[in-house]
């Protein structure tokens, strides 16, 4: 996105499934977009951010009824985890609802009728999974055979071991029921799809000349269009969701409410702050999603279809991310290949900042991502503690001790060019949603400033010529002042630390690029240097990886002793037990 385009911003966030805990994989959405809202706010962009959780679906009811609790109980405890989770992340949205609020339920169904309306939803009998012994249809989830496609274990709306082709229902093949275990069997029954087939022409133009993002999702979503699109089942048999206009026993499948969230949440932004929604999803704002690689279908095929269809405005851009390893090995909750944010890394005392550092430079945003404990000592030790955290410190204290303010002194050009160069090439690379690309860069001028006080050797020079050792000690100083506002988007938490050790006093997040060039002020008072980075020790770390070996022997023992699923149900992260959701109810009231 070009930073001439002054057209204001909306960002979002694929929606957490209120179903289980804050883990790493959820992170890797999260984190970046959040960088990136906060470096569109230092170019001076309007942007508002908003998220949500996704609150409806079959896995909701089915871990509500394990739990023996309503699915609106459910939900409303892990929607204010993960709004605390996100806070203490220093992931801050506009608006942060749920597509249970009475917004969504609104919007959706304005946009259902509307797609009604202009002939693009029609009923049709199909058939549907039936259990005889729990006398119940199985819709998604509560259903599992054979996928049509490759012949893998599948679930009812997605061939999650194989081909990940989605399933429309009544495609699987040798059905079980998911609750009982016993065999299904197919009954016909009137549910409504959506013309996806219509718009074949529309998105293969859409996503070949208007949609920008990152090239994974186009390339995935244009590859499903040439492939040949089908219409698609947008009903489903459940109690718990957004009633379908006119049918009380039928609910509008999660995947169309889930993305109207968006909406929603943007209208309670606007009604909270007396703005307009209407400016970006009706009069073709920038609308920016951040979201998982494996989502990259549902909002580059079916959303775009339903927004055009309905007559909204469309994305501007889609940011999937690659997927997630656990020390070099698949994610996998049910194999224990996993970290959980809260109990994993919060709660054992790891700053917030090092993990947004991790993901934002371990790789670029659209490879695969490999979570190590290792690597995380040596990164943050190697890069944050020996370099950034290095020069600030050096340059705070002996300024300090020295001179007590920021002494004087004039900007040398060659320190100039290399700021302007630092700042460029943030915003050049952030803009392209390369993370990885933006954090070098102001890592390299973190590097120049060492090597510029270690040449200088202000600790010499200050007892032969102090103005002149103050005029270094300048340099450095307003060195440090653009690090704070270039790293700040990346690790805001402990910059605005190291902000007022400078005796800054605007609010860092609000200050722009282009202050980074504003020379620093002479007599300025230093406030009393802190070390802002401690180095991570073996003893931690080992301590870490012992626990990881520990959840993936007990989920190897589980798995063993039949009890565990092989399964990754894609919208269930991290299921509780009764007595872990109890515990964290009790946490969060």
Request: charged share 25%.
């Amino acid at each position: 996105m070009p930073e001439s385009s002054r057209k204001p911003v909306l960002v979002t966030c694929g929606l957490p499934y209120a179903n289980g805990t804050a883990h790493i994989g959820h992170l890797r959405t999260y984190i970046p977009a959040d960088i990136f809202v906060r470096s569109l706010r230092k170019k001076g962009i309007e942007v508002t951010f908003v998220c949500g959780s996704d609150t409806h679906g079959t896995p909701i009811v089915v871990n509500a009824e394990e739990l023996g609790i309503t699915p609106k109980e459910l939900v409303e405890m892990y929607h204010k985890h993960f709004d605390e989770t996100f806070k203490q992340l220093g992931i801050y949205f506009d608006a942060f609802g749920t597509t249970d609020d009475p917004e969504n339920h609104n919007r959706t169904l304005d946009i259902v009728n509307k797609m009604i309306e202009k002939g693009y939803v029609y009923p049709k009998t199909i058939e549907i999974a039936y259990c005889p012994k729990c006398n119940r249809f199985l819709p998604d989830r509560y259903v599992e055979g054979s996928c049509p496609y490759c012949g893998e274990t599948a679930r009812g709306d997605e061939c999650d071991q194989g081909c990940g082709k989605h399933l429309e229902p009544g495609e699987l093949q040798n059905p079980i029921c998911a609750i009982c275990s016993g065999p299904a069997e197919y009954r016909q029954q009137e549910h409504f799809f959506f013309k996806l087939s219509e718009f074949s022409d529309y998105l293969m133009d859409y996503l070949s000349n208007d949609l920008g993002g990152t090239t994974n999702a186009r390339n995935y979503a244009l590859g499903w269009v040439k492939q040949g699109l089908t219409d698609w089942c947008i009903t489903r048999n459940l109690e718990w969701g957004i009633k379908f206009p006119g049918h009380e026993d039928l609910v509008v499948y999660v995947w169309v409410d889930a993305p109207i969230g968006y909406i929603a949440f943007t209208e309670e932004w606007a009604a909270k702050v007396g703005d307009s929604w209407e400016k970006y999803w009706k009069n073709d704002g920038e609308i920016v999603h951040f979201i998982g690689g494996d989502i990259t279908y549902h909002h580059c095929i079916f959303w775009p279809a339903m927004l055009k269809g309905a007559g909204y405005s469309v994305p501007t851009a889609v940011v999937a991310s690659g997927m997630v390893k656990i020390e070099d090995k698949k994610f996998s909750k049910t194999r224990g290949y996993v970290v959980w944010v809260g109990e994993d890394y919060l709660d054992q005392g790891f700053h917030p900042d090092l993990l947004r550092y991790y993901l934002a430079s371990y790789t670029s945003h659209t490879k695969e991502l490999n979570f190590s404990w290792h690597v995380l000592q040596e990164k943050i030790n190697t890069e944050l503690v020996a370099v950034l955290g290095n020069f600030l410190y050096r340059t705070i204290l002996f300024a300090s001790k020295n001179y007590g303010k920021v002494p004087e002194g004039e900007l040398e050009p060659e320190v100039k060019e290399e700021i302007e160069k630092a700042i460029n090439g943030v915003k050049v690379a952030i803009a392209d949603y390369e993370f990885k690309k933006a954090v070098d860069a102001a890592m390299a001028l973190a590097s120049l400033g060492n090597s510029y006080f270690q040449a200088q050797a202000p600790w010499k020079l200050v007892k032969e010529d102090k103005a002149a050792c103050g005029n270094v000690l300048y340099n450095c100083l307003h060195i440090s002042k653009a690090l704070g506002i270039i790293f700040e988007p990346v690790i805001p938490q402990t910059m605005e630390r190291a902000w007022k050790q400078l005796g800054q006093e605007e609010d860092l997040h609000t200050v722009q690029y282009s202050e980074a060039l504003v020379p620093i002020k002479a007599g300025t008072k230093l406030a009393k240097p802190e070390i802002l980075f401690t180095k991570l020790e073996d003893d931690l770390i080992g301590k870490m990886e012992e626990i990881a070996n520990q959840r993936i022997k007990a989920a190897n023992a589980k798995k063993y002793i039949g009890k565990g699923s092989e399964k990754e149900p894609s919208k269930s992260e991290g299921m509780l037990s009764a007595e872990e959701a109890t515990k964290l109810e009790k946490k969060n009231s």
